[in-house]
């Protein structure tokens, strides 16, 4: 003590869920979090990208978890930061211009921060496969299309995919 216990992706923890056939671990976790045992200055943190998934008996009571935050895609300025950001660290070419890093922002809509990273990393990776020094653009638009190409097929049955996020698949998927 003090403890934060961190709980990934809690809704894929399996059988956290009474409409699983068989849940051992549901009352094990709920009883933990009930307090039988005294967990003083213990926080306990879940993240989730599927709040539908976890069951009401964790959710829906006081004293297991008490705030329940949001976090949403980025926005195109969030987008554009996470792109500032992640390429300043590395040699770019002198046509990787503001101009550039908004239009990469603009397309990236429907993807988290981490799909961003990716298309950075991609990036570096083509860089290095055709023995440039630096990052062009033409390695960031190639990596954001293979992004997009994977990210495209999860928006295509992704029933939460934003509306425009799956006509941006449909562009960008050919």
């Known amino acids: 003590s003090p403890t934060l216990l961190i709980i990934e992706d ?3 923890a399996g059988a956290l869920d009474r409409r699983a056939s068989d849940h ?3 009352g094990e976790f709920l009883q933990s979090m009930d307090g039988i045992v005294p967990n003083h200055g213990v926080i306990t943190l879940a993240t989730t990208n ?3 998934k976890i069951d009401p008996a964790i959710a829906d009571r006081p004293g297991r978890f008490d705030r329940i ?4 895609l980025p926005g195109k300025d969030q987008r554009f930061h996470i792109f500032h950001h992640l390429l300043k660290k590395l040699d770019l070419s002198r046509n990787v ?4 890093k908004e239009k990469l922002a603009k397309m990236t809509e429907g993807l ?11 990036s570096l990776i083509l860089a290095l ?3 440039k020094n630096k990052i062009g653009k033409e390695h960031l638009f190639d990596a954001l299309k293979d992004v997009m190409e994977r990210r495209g097929m999860a928006y ?6 934003p509306p425009q996020a799956k006509a941006k698949a449909d562009v960008y998927v050919q």
């Open 10 to 12: 809690i809704d894929t």
């Open 24 to 26: 051992p671990l549901l």
């Open 50 to 52: 599927h709040s539908n």
């Open 69 to 72: 935050i949001e976090v949403g």
């Open 97 to 100: 211009t503001l101009e550039v």
């Open 112 to 122: 988290t921060g981490a799909w961003i990273r990716a298309v950075v990393q991609d």
């Open 129 to 131: 496969s055709k023995e």
């Open 156 to 161: 295509r049955v992704a029933p939460y995919a």
